[in-house]
Structures are given as structure tokens and as C-alpha cells.
T-cell receptor, first 112, second 115 residues
Framework: LAKTTQPISMDSYEGQEVNITCSHNNIATNDYITWYQQFPSQGPRFIIQGYKTKVTNEVASLFIPADRKSSTLSLPRVSLSDTAVYYCLVGRTMAAGNKLTFGGGTRVLVKP | EAQVTQNPRYLITVTGKKLTVTCSQNMNHEYMSWYRQDPGLGLRQIYYSMNVEVTDKGDVPEGYKVSRKEKRNFPLILESPSPNQTSLYFC??????????????FGPGTRLLVL
């Protein structure tokens, strides 16, 4: 299983862009990179998933360099409601099993 | 509405009293998992199931049992709960699209206190 490393916490201000980098040096060829968001006492919620290059949806962008040993989640123009813990996961397809490991996550605090 | 439901949401029990936390999903997902979340330890997978009657251990299976008799349900059983199983539990489900893992949908969580 690919182990992930993320910063423990980050502070930001409303309207700013937040970038969270996740390291996954031993990512395997079949692994996808997925990011989840979790608010206190709630289950994690999917944000974005990618394999390589750049993926963008209505919530965030995910940048993955060619070597795929890291990835960066970008949250544009954050608001107070974006205060949450963000998890980076690296895992294989379901056919190879479903052992996904959540790391410690990055606690993002958005200030007024 | 697509969702994962868990019951009960809150439970206080005593050591050794068997309990079951139910989990149900209405998305016809093949894959279901149970996680526990503890302060400072993040989310840890307890058991997962790739389909009906197919289950396997996650990272912290000791003290837990699961069953998958129907596709929509995946109950978590604590035969003899102990205080170290006091935690916040999440059930999750996901489907598969062209062999690629789809996103996991998480339930609202069950907060368990074992006295």
C-alpha cells in the first residue's frame, strides 16, 4: 500500500487559494489518487480523483506531476465553510482489493 | 436519494454486551467497508466486503465481525465490546466502473461508548 504524507495543518483566509500537497513516493502503476473532505462528526466526502496530469471539477483541482510521486489539491477562493480535514488516499482498483489507508489528513482552518 | 445509513447513531453500552451496528446502502454498490476514527489516529479500516458473502480484514479487525448476506447491508458486530472499542464508526460503500474504484460514500457515523 502506498503511504501518504501530508502537512498536519494549514491556515488560510477567506478568498485565498489553498494548496495541499500529498507525497506518495511508492505509488503503484494501478493506483489512483483520491481526496476526501471531512467535517467534524461527519463521514468523509469525496472531492476529486485523478491518475495523472490535471483534473478539475466544480470544487477543486488536482495536479499530478509526471512521476506521480506527489499530488496537490487546490481549493480556489476558500470560504469559512471550507474549514475541514482533507485526506489524500492512494489506492488500487477494486479488483485488487479494497484496503485503502487514510493518512492523518490536513486540517485546514479558514479565517475571516 | 443515494445514501448510506447507519443505526444507531449513538450508543452507550457496557463491557461484554454484544451489539450490532447496521449499515445499509441504496446504490446497489458492490463494495462496503467499516472504519473507526479515533483522535490522533485518523480513519482505520476494520473490515471490507467486495460482494455478497465476500469479506476480508482491514487494518484493525480484532474484536469485530461482519457479514454480507445481502448486497445492501453490511452489519458490524461486536461480540464482546471492550472500552478500547469506544470510537466513532463509519460505514462506506462504493461501486466499480470499468474496473476502477468509484468514490466511497460514507454514512453519518455511529458514536459508541463502551463503559
Amino acid at each position: 500500500l502506498a503511504k501518504t504524507t501530508q502537512p498536519i495543518s494549514m491556515d488560510s483566509y477567506e478568498g485565498q487559494e489553498v494548496n495541499i500537497t500529498c507525497s506518495h513516493n511508492n505509488i503503484a502503476t494501478n493506483d489512483y489518487i483520491t481526496w476526501y473532505q471531512q467535517f467534524p462528526s461527519q463521514g468523509p466526502r469525496f472531492i476529486i480523483q485523478g491518475y495523472k496530469t490535471k483534473v478539475t471539477n466544480e470544487v477543486a483541482s488536482l495536479f499530478i506531476p509526471a512521476d506521480r510521486k506527489s499530488s496537490t489539491l487546490s481549493l480556489p477562493r476558500v470560504s469559512l465553510s471550507d474549514t475541514a480535514v482533507y485526506y489524500c488516499l492512494v489506492g488500487r482498483t477494486m479488483a485488487a482489493g479494497n484496503k485503502l489507508t487514510f493518512g492523518g489528513g490536513t486540517r485546514v482552518l479558514v479565517k475571516p | 436519494e443515494a445514501q448510506v445509513t447507519q443505526n444507531p447513531r449513538y450508543l452507550i453500552t457496557v463491557t461484554g454486551k454484544k451489539l450490532t451496528v447496521t449499515c445499509s446502502q441504496n446504490m446497489n454498490h458492490e463494495y462496503m467497508s467499516w472504519y473507526r476514527q479515533d483522535p490522533g489516529l485518523g480513519l482505520r479500516q476494520i473490515y471490507y466486503s467486495m460482494n455478497v458473502e465476500v469479506t476480508d480484514k482491514g487494518d484493525v479487525p480484532e474484536g469485530y465481525k461482519v457479514s454480507r448476506k445481502e448486497k445492501r447491508n453490511f452489519p458490524l458486530i461486536l461480540e464482546s465490546p471492550s472500552p478500547n472499542q469506544t470510537s466513532l464508526y463509519f460505514c462506506a460503500s462504493s461501486g466499480r466502473l470499468a474496473g476502477i474504484q468509484e468514490t466511497q460514500y460514507f454514512g453519518p457515523g455511529t458514536r459508541l461508548l463502551v463503559l
